[in-house]
């Protein structure tokens, strides 16, 4: 996968004070992603993207688009790379 092909998949990060609890307690980030992204290929761009190896990927639709809830290996990594896309 290359970068132009990740950047459709992960759209933005899913910026709110519940996302910003996530990533202490449960080492997770929130993303919009494109509606047809599968667990797979969002996990592929998080690699391509961020450098960063997903643990899990939890996804939900709702109003606002689909999210998907991305599991790190651990709170240093998650905060990491929380700072590196502004999020922090």
């Known amino acids: 996968m290359n970068t132009t092909q ?6 933005r ?6 996302t910003f ?3 202490e307690k449960d080492m ?7 509606h047809n992204a599968s ?6 761009a998080i690699k391509t993207l961020y450098e960063e190896n997903a643990v ?11 999210k998907a ?3 790190f290996e651990s709170v240093e990594k998650a905060r990491d790379l929380a700072t ?4 922090l």
Not at 29 to 34: Q, T
């Open 6 to 11: 990740a950047t459709k998949i992960i759209l």
């Open 13 to 18: 990060p899913y910026i709110t004070e519940k």
């Open 28 to 34: 997770r980030i929130c993303f919009i992603v494109d």
């Open 39 to 44: 667990k797979a290929t969002i996990k592929e």
């Open 69 to 71: 809830f991305v599991k």
């Open 56 to 66: 899990d990927v939890n996804t939900a639709k709702t109003i606002s688009g689909k």
């Open 21 to 23: 609890a996530l990533i």
């Open 84 to 87: 590196k896309i502004g999020m």
